[in-house]
């Protein structure tokens, strides 16, 4: 039987990406087919070298273009996994994928959620409002910022001393231990 094929976008160093590599090495109905990245030199250029998938680089204007839709569909891509993707994702790939895009969002939305929170913005927003908790949400992507449809998520507890940084290791703790596990179990529905 024919393997789901899943794209992973990323702009970062990849530790998701990497995660989700290693899960689904091997794997009898899922492969990693793709990384698409928008940062030349980023850790995840590198992951994909190592591991021996297609990379491909590109601008937000390459990301905006009706032809990239088609290629990605052309090459039978079945799922779109965002691992850290700072770029926003347009119309033209979310009508080509309806429901097929996913992405791993650092915190608890919709709170510290929109424009400009990525990364250790993030994480200096949950300790500046002096949260007690935080956590991961799984979601489906539409056409605004970290507002689709939650597929998961899970919470960590936020301590009076942790800094952006602990949370940050606790947060991406969470992502590595669920995103996986949570993508496996959205594709094998279509698995017939
Ligand atoms: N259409 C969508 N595209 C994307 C979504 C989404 O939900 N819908 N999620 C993001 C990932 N993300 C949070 O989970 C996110 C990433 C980046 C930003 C942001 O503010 N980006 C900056 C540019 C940063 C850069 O270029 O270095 C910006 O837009 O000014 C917010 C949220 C992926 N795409
Ligand atoms: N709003 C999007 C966002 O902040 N995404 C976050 O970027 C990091 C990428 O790390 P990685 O490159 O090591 O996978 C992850 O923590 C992911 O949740």
């Known amino acids: 039987m024919k393997k789901k094929k899943i794209v992973l976008f990323a702009s970062g160093a990849g530790s998701n990406a990497r ?3 290693h899960y689904f090495k091997d794997h009898a ?3 990693v087919s793709l990384i698409v990245c928008n940062k030349p030199g980023a850790g995840v250029t590198k992951i994909a070298e190592r591991e021996g998938i297609e990379l491909m680089l590109i601008d937000k204007h390459r990301l905006q273009s009706p032809d990239f839709a088609k290629i990605l569909l052309e090459k039978g891509t079945d799922f779109i ?4 993707f700072l770029l926003k994702i347009p119309a033209t790939l979310i009508e080509a994928f309806p429901r097929h895009i996913i992405n791993i969002h650092p915190a608890l939305l919709p709170k510290y959620g929109g424009k400009g929170m990525y990364g250790h913005y993030v994480h200096e927003a949950v300790i500046n409002a002096r949260e007690k908790e935080s956590g991961i949400t799984i979601h489906y992507v539409d056409e605004q910022y970290d507002h689709g449809a939650t597929i998961f998520q899970t919470t960590c507890p936020v301590s009076a001393s942790d800094t952006p940084e ?3 290791r606790k947060v991406q703790f969470l992502e590595h231990q669920h995103f996986a596990p949570v993508v496996e179990r959205l594709v094998l529905k279509e698995v017939s």
């Open 166 to 168: 602990s949370l940050a």
């Open 19 to 21: 995660q989700l590599i």
């Open 29 to 31: 109905s899922v492969t």
């Open 81 to 84: 996994i965002l691992a850290g």
